[in-house]
């Protein structure tokens, strides 16, 4: 077994990303290609038809709006859609130079364009329509003013829209007075996007260069990705408790501005003691960069900046409360993020329920230490949920994304005595059989796994094996789908291995290539049809029809054929569970609000395709009837619905006692967990578990 094997969901990677300076971009994209070949499970030939694809997908990467290049703009670029495979294989390096004085232009041309369109107000009662789903470039650079002006408009009504949800103003001045201001965060956003990729802190070239060697990669499999060096170390952030971080939370106010909404303990920001909780962020500024205007960035614009490096230090210009402006200057340190933990709860009722949540497959990337593991996290968090004395456990991976697939083997392990967990199959179709090597379990109890549409991967997996034993009740949605695993590569075979105890300063990129596919331990597939609950609940995701199946270039769904040893427990009374629950869902208000919202928002996901007429008073009622059922659904999930309490365990209310920033948290979650419907219902489920087993 490789001694690095990860499984990633899609978005979990920003598809264009910071790029270190590339001493030599052509060199760079040879070894990318060569690395490909060399390890994916499935690769694909260098040829014409690969070409246009790469073609393609990145020229709808780099301008997914279709809003900077024209058809004109494209003409001299249109030959290369046939040659990409040549320069790859080794032919010139003619088409990234091309392509990087072509996008430089067009972003150059785009932003006198939104100066122009933004200068005068925008018309709320003239008829005119905007494409969110297009096809086609703008023909000359006259269709594209145009598809910037409506674009410019849309992106204002919304604004408008949004500030119109809680408006309690006179509605007749209401378009009159808050225009401009929509009109001028609109520019101030669209300009600053295009500011950041002319200067971007790793230069124009680099951004492009890693766009193109992202799509090179994402053309093999949507989970194959290339990662230049801080986003390799960010990504490896990701997967642990620990990594680079400035320690603070940002968040927005009712008026469009970023604050800072948290301090993490023991960061940067908190020990400076100079950056409060409610200062409103007026600028960033990297060492040796341009200063950053935050006015008209969004938390996720704001938060983007923040991600760009792990090793310069940054300026942080602050309004406080009081109204004055300081600027602090922070590095990112290495710290630890409670909220990738995993966490404990009790829920008690007529039974007392242990709750475990589960945020990611997290695990620790050096091997010289003992850093945290989610397995025995989670082992650690039972055992202390044991001593209260649990009827049962519910275990939560939903909007769990995956992680270490060793972290979801040794997860499964903790609740299976022993024996097979799934099967491996490689690029040469060997398929090598999964296995817990521990004998023993650390909870044998009544178990249930909550899943939905976004639990992905390792939470596959794991929902996959407990199923396949009859180990657990999964309830919830159909996961995500994604069934392969990846591994880490470093492009440059005298580029050491990625580690968060070693920074990445210099050198080419890596690459994480899916090199295997997954299978359940009967041989049956996940990838590309998730894993089915055995008590299915509704879920709004299903409105927006995502999931493994829907990207592109997505690996096919198959199954193995290899025999396993597995011994399966004695069948879960599911019949009877899945009635009780069907009959509970149908007179739950909250979920029938669940169910309406859904077919709502279907229809709404199927209007994204349809032209917008830019008409406020038409633009504006759809907002309000929009709100309404946000509200209902809001107010559905904003009632405690539990007949349980939630507590915390003993070991836990000594610590929350001793810290008032933890002690907040906790509050926190004790609110979420009373009012989560979805974990009610799980907790009915249960009940009606341990009620059906122990008259056995």
């Not at 920001?269 to 409103?280: R, V």
């Not at 960033?284 to 200063?291: A, H, P, T, Y």
């Not at 499964?412 to 799934?422: K, Q, V």
């Not at 609940?537 to 990207?551: N, V």
Request: aromatic share 10%; charged share 25%; proline share 4%.
């Amino acid at each position: 077994m490789r001694s690095l094997i990860f499984f990633l969901i899609t978005g979990c990677l920003l598809t264009v990303v910071h790029a270190q300076k590339l001493p030599n971009y052509e060199r760079e994209a040879r070894l990318l290609i060569h690395k490909l070949n060399e390890q994916h499970y499935s690769p694909k030939p260098v040829n014409d038809e690969f070409s246009g694809e790469v073609y393609d997908a990145l020229l709808r990467e780099i301008d997914p709006d279709k809003l900077f290049f024209t058809e004109a703009d494209l003409k001299p670029l249109l030959k290369y859609r046939s040659l990409l495979d040549d320069e790859l294989n080794g032919s010139g390096w003619n088409f990234f130079t091309s392509l990087a004085q072509v996008y430089k232009g067009c972003l150059q041309r785009s932003s006198a364009i939104i100066e122009e369109q933004s200068a005068a107000p925008f018309k709320k009662d003239f008829r005119e329509f905007f494409e969110y789903d297009t096809a086609k470039w703008p023909f000359n650079d006259q269709e594209r003013v145009y598809r910037w002006r409506h674009w410019l408009k849309y992106q204002a009504f919304n604004r408008l829209g949004d500030k119109l949800k809680n408006y309690t103003g006179n509605a007749a001045d209401f378009y009159t007075r808050h225009e401009p201001d929509a009109r001028l965060r609109g520019k101030q956003q669209e300009l600053r996007a295009i500011k950041r990729i002319l200067n971007h802190p790793s230069g124009f070239e680099a951004y492009l260069a890693a766009a193109y060697f992202q799509t090179i990669a994402s053309v093999f499999d949507p989970h194959t990705t290339y990662l230049p060096l801080t986003a390799m170390e960010n990504f490896m952030s990701s997967l642990s408790t620990e990594g680079y971080y400035f320690g603070v939370t940002l968040d927005e106010n009712d008026r469009g501005d970023v604050l800072i909404a948290a301090l993490a303990p023991g960061g940067p920001a908190w020990k400076s003691g100079e950056l409060h909780t409610s200062d409103i962020l007026l600028s960033l500024q990297w060492e040796g960069q341009e200063r950053i205007d935050v006015t008209g960035l969004s938390v996720e614009e704001a938060n983007d900046v923040l991600s760009d490096d792990n090793h310069q230090q940054m300026d942080f210009t602050v309004q406080t409360a009081s109204g004055l402006t300081r600027t602090v200057r922070l590095r990112k340190e290495k710290i630890s993020l409670e909220e990738n933990y995993a966490r404990s709860y009790l829920l008690k009722d007529k039974y007392t329920i242990g709750y475990i949540s589960l945020p990611d497959f997290y695990t620790r990337w050096s091997d010289e230490s003992e850093g945290t593991r989610c397995a025995s996290d989670v082992a650690k968090e039972i055992l202390n949920l044991k001593k209260e004395n649990i009827d049962g456990l519910i275990l939560d991976v939903r909007y769990n994304g995956g992680g270490s697939l060793q972290e979801a083997m040794a997860m499964a392990g903790i609740f299976i005595d022993e024996g097979a967990l799934g099967i491996l199959k490689d690029k040469a179709q060997h398929a090598t059989t999964l296995k817990d090597m521990n004998r023993g379990t650390v909870y044998d109890g009544p178990l249930i796994l909550m899943v939905n549409g976004q639990s992905a991967s390792a939470s596959e997996f794991l929902a996959a094996a407990l199923q396949d034993y009859h180990r657990a009740v999964i309830v919830g949605s159909t996961t995500f789908g994604k069934a392969t695993a990846q591994n880490f590569f470093p492009l440059d075979p005298a580029q050491k291995p990625p580690s968060l105890d070693n920074r990445l300063k210099q050198g080419t990129g890596y690459a994480s290539i899916t090199t295997d596919k997954i299978y359940r331990v009967t041989g049956g597939a996940v990838q590309g049809r998730g894993v089915c609950p055995d008590v299915v609940l509704p879920d709004l995701f299903e409105a927006l029809d995502l999931g493994e199946a829907r990207l592109p270039f997505a690996l096919p769904l198959d199954s193995v054929i290899k025999k396993t040893y597995y011994k399966p427990l004695l069948p879960l009374p599911l019949l009877s569970l899945k009635k009780n629950s069907s009959t509970r869902v149908q007179s739950s208000a909250p979920f029938q609000e669940v169910i309406k919202s859904r077919e709502w928002l279907a229809s709404e996901v199927k209007k994204k395709h349809e032209p917008v007429l830019l008409l406020w008073d038409d633009f504006s009622k759809h907002t309000i009837e929009q709100t309404k059922h946000y509200a209902l659904l809001e107010h559905a999930f904003s009632q405690s619905v539990g007949t349980y309490t939630v507590a915390n365990n003993q070991q836990d209310k000594q610590r929350v006692a001793l810290d008032e920033y933890t002690r907040k948290f906790n509050d926190t979650w004790l609110k979420k967990l009373a009012r989560d419907i979805y974990l009610a219902e799980a907790f009915n489920v249960m009940t009606d578990l341990i009620e059906e087993t122990s008259h056995k």
